[in-house]
């Protein structure tokens, strides 16, 4: 069975900073393509980024590009979103999940506040 298991979320102020954690287990982590996604209040699921399976290639939606980053360790089984400069507008649930499963949420995700 497909778990993933996201922590690391929070309350922030904007232009702070967060590292978000995204543990696997059931699959062959190393073998997928891994994306984060974020859902905001009475929106639906948005991309956010997303890695190769070999961390190789890494992809942004515009609105992010230049103070996110994604990154992974297969060793560990564990894929990372640092965050900087965030904004409220970055105010959203985070899930990860396999490139392949589209939008599909498997784990509970973590809340990401940005608020003065």
């Known amino acids: 069975e497909v778990q993933l298991v996201e922590s690391g979320g929070g309350m922030v102020q904007p232009g702070g900073s967060l590292r978000l954690s995204c543990t696997a287990s059931?699959?062959?982590?190393?073998?997928?393509?891994m994306r984060w996604l974020r859902q905001a209040p009475g929106k639906g699921p948005e991309w956010v980024s997303e890695?190769?399976?070999?961390?190789?290639?890494?992809y942004y939606i515009d609105s992010v590009k230049g103070r996110f980053t994604i990154s992974r360790d297969n060793a560990k089984n564990t894929l990372y979103l640092q965050m900087d400069s965030l904004k409220p507008e970055d105010t959203a649930l985070y899930y990860c999940?396999?490139?392949?499963?589209?939008?599909?949420?498997r784990g509970q995700g973590t809340q990401v506040t940005v608020s003065s």
């Open positions: 999940g396999r490139s392949l499963d589209k939008y599909q949420k």
């Open positions: 059931g699959f062959s982590f190393r073998s997928y393509d």
């Open positions: 890695i190769a399976s070999d961390g190789g290639s890494t």
